[in-house]
């Protein structure tokens, strides 16, 4: 059984730095699509940061670009996303989800900034809340 289990989240100063972590257990890294995606309240999900197995680069949202940056360390199956330079617009829930032999549009990484992305996966976290204030 595939569990994603999200940790990390919290409150933070506009400028702060915060780490979020995803453990994936059960999950198999061999030909997937694994993100990070935020919502606000009323808000759909926006993909945030995602990575296909097998491109050569990681997508990051414009309202990102520069202060995030997405890792896997696949020994602990986990995923990270640390986030400096924090401002309150960032302040969302955060969720990881993850995707197998993802085909069609996804097989890009840059499906991630498309309506209707994080809701095609095949799994997801319950999320993590970040607060940034100002």
């Known amino acids: 059984e595939v569990q994603l289990v999200e940790s990390g989240g919290g409150v933070v100063q506009a400028g702060g730095s915060l780490r979020l972590s995803c453990v994936a257990s059960?999950?198999?890294?061999?030909?997937?699509?694994i993100g990070w995606f935020r919502q606000v309240p009323g808000k759909e999900h926006e993909g945030i940061s995602c990575?296909?197995?097998?491109?050569?680069?990681?997508f990051y949202a414009d309202s990102v670009k520069g202060r995030f940056t997405m890792s896997i360390d696949y020994a602990r199956k986990t995923i990270y996303l640390q986030m400096n330079s924090l401002k309150p617009e960032d302040t969302a829930v955060y969720y990881c989800?993850?995707?197998?032999?993802?085909?069609?549009?996804?097989?890009?990484?840059?499906?991630?900034?498309?309506?209707?992305?994080?809701?095609?996966?095949?799994?997801w976290g319950k999320g993590t809340p970040v607060t940034v204030s100002s």
């Open positions: 989800a993850a995707d197998r032999h993802s085909s069609g549009y996804m097989s890009r990484s840059d499906a991630c900034g498309l309506p209707g992305t994080f809701g095609a996966m095949d799994y």
């Open positions: 990575f296909r197995s097998g491109s050569s680069r990681t």
């Open positions: 059960g999950f198999t890294f061999d030909d997937y699509f």
